[in-house]
DNA sequence: GGTGTAAGCGGACTTTACCCCGTTTAGATT
DNA sequence: AATCTAAACGGGGTAAAGTCCGCTTACACC
């Protein structure tokens, strides 16, 4: 006899219940963000707040910082999509400089408006360099610059010498900023995205000019 | 009368048992280091080790990382004596490019030499912005530019820039590295170091072409 | 030398992340 | 429906960071 018929490509990647713990969690999560910020979001208060056991949390998310990282990857796909499939300067169709910028311009302003999650996800004590949180951002560069005439260069060290350069600044805002008191209105500060923007413009085109 | 006479600027800004038991704690850190890497080096454990109360030791560094910060201090002031007024080009005389070059050089073999302690020193909880470790590397590269004619630039946001890019790689490299088993030699890898660096110089001509 | 006081010290206590492992259950196979 | 097994679940247990506060001590001044 066969192996069995029809469906599975892979045995099951993950059984019914995990799914619903996890959505459920993750919407729990949002909630207590909303609620009361990033802080009082303990691994016990989670589990407690979504009826669940502590061991369910850390077998879904592995790790704190995970939660955040997690719910960043969900609000991430939105992005990513305009950047893969969207209409131009982000998406295809732009010559890759104009991309390069448009990249960069994209994800400051994702981040900023994600500032609270984005700065919890990159906690923990783990190792955190810069761009290895989001291999995307660096991929995306990398590629980028492979479409471009640089001459003789190191292209791989370069993705991960400007996807840092493009974080750098952002972290520093992140940390920097005001997120101890409740920030009056979202974009709080439009002229530090932008500084940050321009930088990020200026830089690109420095490297890149034949 | 005049103010008593002799040796004080300022009041006293620290307790001569509060300078030994720091020194010692130090010396007792690098020890344990040596001994069993630094995994096991926990506050408790140095506390004990060094004969001294828990609180003392949080009293003096403030954090876990706090201790890998304040050694890696230690070893660095040789090496920013080296850039402050040892001989060009890592040293004042040198044209400001060549000095930018040699500087992201010098510290890439710095932080690969004393790589256990440097990524130590990041882990901690608190923001890890990229170059806000070292703001020395920051300022540094601001004041070279600012020596350069570069046209119009935020210079204040292109050294974030830069000290991201030369820390980005970096990073990578330090947590990707072989930190577990016993390195059987200090210069395990001379050609990451090596290409990392090439990188560097690649871009910062890059970007200072004028 | 005596004295006052700010700085330093110690170590019990609290809080959390994260581990472990016995128990339960989804869902495939018959 | 009955059975079987790998995955998921729960929640008590552990370890380590960081806090607190009463006691001790260096040292400036007399």
Redo the contacts between chains.
């Keep these: 006899m066969d192996r069995p018929v029809l469906p599975v490509g892979e045995p099951h990647a993950e059984r019914a219940d995990a799914v619903r713990n996890r959505r459920h969690l993750l919407a729990t999560a949002r909630d207590m963000l909303a609620d009361e910020g990033a802080d009082t979001l303990t691994m016990d208060a989670l589990a407690q707040r979504a009826g669940l056991g502590k061991g369910t949390v850390f077998r879904r998310f592995g790790t704190r910082a995970g939660i955040f990282h997690a719910l960043l990857d969900d609000d991430e796909r939105a992005f990513q999509e305009q950047v893969l499939s969207g209409p131009p300067p982000l998406g295809p169709g732009a010559p890759p400089l104009d991309r390069l910028i448009a990249y960069g311009r994209a994800r400051i302003g994702f981040l900023i408006e994600h500032r609270e999650i984005a700065?919890a996800a990159?906690?923990?004590?783990?190792?955190?360099?810069?761009?290895?949180q989001t291999p995307l951002s660096q991929t995306h560069i990398r590629i980028l610059l492979g479409q471009m005439p640089l001459g003789p260069?190191?292209l791989d060290?370069?993705a991960?010498?400007?996807?840092?350069?493009?974080?750098?600044?952002l972290?520093?805002y992140?940390?920097?900023s005001d997120l101890t008191g409740a920030a009056p209105q979202t974009g709080a500060r439009p002229q530090t995205g932008e500084?940050?923007a321009?930088?990020?413009q200026?830089?690109v085109q420095?490297?890149c000019r034949t």
Excluded at 160 to 169: E, I, K
């Design positions: 700065r990159l906690d923990g004590s783990q190792p955190i360099p810069a761009g290895s260069a190191d060290v370069l991960v010498q400007l996807t840092a350069a493009l974080d750098g600044p972290l520093l992140l940390s920097a500084r940050i321009r930088g990020w200026d830089l420095r490297v």
